[in-house]
């Protein structure tokens, strides 16, 4: 069986399926006329071999021998379409359309993954993904196996946001959400913050992941007390009152629309923001929320990082080592809802 970077080819499943080369080539195109009829067993067989070593058929490349097909391909983990993401997914898409012009390229919208557990799959038995000459991957946590396998396989990629190794490094381009999240928590010291709280998971995706560790850093540096309070799944409420009965005077929030439903439901208790609470917004929205207050948050430069991730993956498929890697500085926006630090002793603020 080829093994590293060598592709499978037809040849090597028809071997290792026992089977002829038109067999297997018969089962990737689901033909079913009677001249085609292939015994169930030895389509499951085939199947088998095709799931197991993670082929990918390349009827592109077969008629494309050499050359490219001038297509790039988009991959997303989640739905892209549906009004709950668009905020989250539309600014990645234009820049990563108007890079593609600039390059010469097509686009490639693979939507026909089969979802399993909840999330779609890159590797299936009709996969397409080679139809295209690179892909862009966009989603917030990506299948690390699917990522090993296109790494071993050498197939062109690029992931929008920073990624871990996987069996060797993963090509991304990303925002720097931890230098953004220190530079945050060292303006909260500045106007006298001293316990401040962290509201997100902390970890699971590397987004999660750098936010706590700019964090950490940050709060740890200036000599601060840093919480940490798991926001997913409990009541905005709930939440004020833990954040106000712990003493925290600021509470940094992962997702800016978890912020909005904090302030309201602090102005729900008689809580002022910020006068009483001050609330910091890790990001843009990642889902529509509807807000006249302007939040104190950095900026994810999104459109920026899909018109890199164009750029980055010319220069992989040009075999180019270098630059595939790139984190994207994120811009501080002074907001509403950051304050000096509530006074306790005198009923009001410094």
């Known amino acids: 069986m080829p093994t590293g970077g060598a592709r499978l080819t037809q040849r090597d499943i028809a071997r290792l399926a026992g089977?002829?080369?038109?067999?297997?080539?018969l089962v990737l195109?689901?033909?079913?006329?009677?001249?085609?009829?292939?015994?169930?067993?030895?389509?499951?067989?085939?199947?088998?071999?095709?799931?197991?070593?993670g082929y990918v058929a390349d009827p592109a490349a077969q008629k494309l021998v050499g050359r490219r097909n001038q297509l790039l391909g988009v991959f997303t983990y989640e739905p892209v379409f549906p009004t709950g993401q668009a905020d989250f997914y539309t600014p990645f898409l234009l820049g990563i359309e108007g890079a593609a012009e600039r390059f010469g390229y097509d686009l490639l919208l693979f939507t026909s993954a089969p979802v399993t557990d909840g999330r779609r799959r890159i590797f299936h038995e009709n996969n397409r993904l080679r139809l295209a000459d690179g892909c862009i991957l966009l989603g917030r946590t990506l299948d690390r196996d699917e990522l090993a396998r296109?790494?071993?396989?050498?197939?062109?990629?690029?992931?929008?946001?920073?990624?871990?190794?996987?069996g060797g490094p993963v090509p991304y381009v990303g925002a720097d959400y931890a230098a953004a999240t220190a530079a945050l928590v060292r303006r909260a010291v500045a106007l006298g913050h001293r316990r401040l709280a962290f509201l997100g998971p902390g970890g699971g995706a590397e987004s999660s992941d750098d936010r706590w560790a700019g964090f950490r850093a940050a709060v740890d540096a200036a000599g601060v007390e840093g919480l940490h309070e798991p926001?997913?799944?409990?009541?905005p409420g709930e939440l004020v009152d833990g954040l106000l009965r712990a003493g925290a005077t600021v509470a940094l929030v992962e997702d800016q629309a978890d912020a909005v439903a904090l302030?309201?439901?602090?102005?729900?208790?008689?809580?002022?923001?910020?006068?009483?609470?001050?609330?910091?917004?890790?990001?843009?929205?990642?889902?529509?929320v509807a807000t006249d207050i302007a939040f104190t948050c950095f900026r994810i430069p999104r459109e920026e990082m899909g018109r890199q991730a164009v750029e980055i993956l010319t220069l992989v498929m040009g075999g180019d080592e270098a630059g595939r890697q790139r984190l994207l500085p994120c811009e501080l926006a002074e907001g509403q809802t950051l304050g000096p630090v509530p006074d306790k002793r005198k009923g009001r603020r410094n």
């Open 263 to 288: 302030e309201r439901a602090a102005r729900d208790r008689g809580v002022a923001v910020p006068d009483d609470l001050s609330l910091i917004a890790l990001g843009n929205p990642t889902r529509p």
């Open 19 to 25: 089977v002829s080369q038109a067999t297997v080539s």
């Open 150 to 166: 296109l790494v071993a396989g050498r197939y062109p990629f690029v992931a929008i946001g920073r990624r871990d190794d996987a």
């Open 231 to 235: 926001a997913q799944d409990r009541d």
């Open 29 to 53: 195109n689901r033909r079913g006329d009677s001249s085609a009829r292939i015994p169930q067993e030895t389509r499951e067989r085939v199947l088998e071999v095709i799931r197991a070593t």
